[in-house]
């Protein structure tokens, strides 16, 4: 059983940059990914970014290219999103999440909020 914890967040002008961390406990993470997803108010949850734990592959949604960058501490047992440039379209909450490979994220934090004024 994997539980994330994160932490981060909060209150930021366009154009500025805020970081995320998500510790994970309760088991090895080798065969895992690691995911940051977000949910605007009114929307659906949406992929943000993802890593494979082992070997560091990355991935993201479109609108967050170059902006963003998802990376991990293996030794610390935490995943991180560095957003830069952030937008106003870019509030929502944030939730870190993991999965074995290949299959469905089925682990998840509280989430925290990002808020991102114009």
């Known amino acids: 059983q994997v539980q994330l914890v994160e932490s981060g967040g909060g209150l930021v002008q366009a154009g500025g940059s805020l970081g995320l961390a998500c510790a994970a406990s309760g088991g090895t993470l080798d065969r895992y990914a690691m995911g940051w997803f977000r949910q605007a108010p009114g929307k659906e949850r949406e992929f943000v970014a993802g890593v494979t734990w082992s070997a560091g592959t990355t991935s993201y949604r479109e609108s967050v290219k170059g902006r963003f960058t998802i990376s991990r501490d293996k030794a610390l047992n935490t995943v991180y999103l560095q957003m830069n440039s952030l937008k106003p379209e870019d509030t929502a909450v944030y939730f870190c999440?993991?999965?074995?490979?290949?299959?469905?994220?089925?682990?998840w934090g509280q989430g925290t909020q990002v808020t991102v004024s114009s």
């Open positions: 999440a993991a999965s074995k490979v290949g299959r469905e994220y089925n682990y």
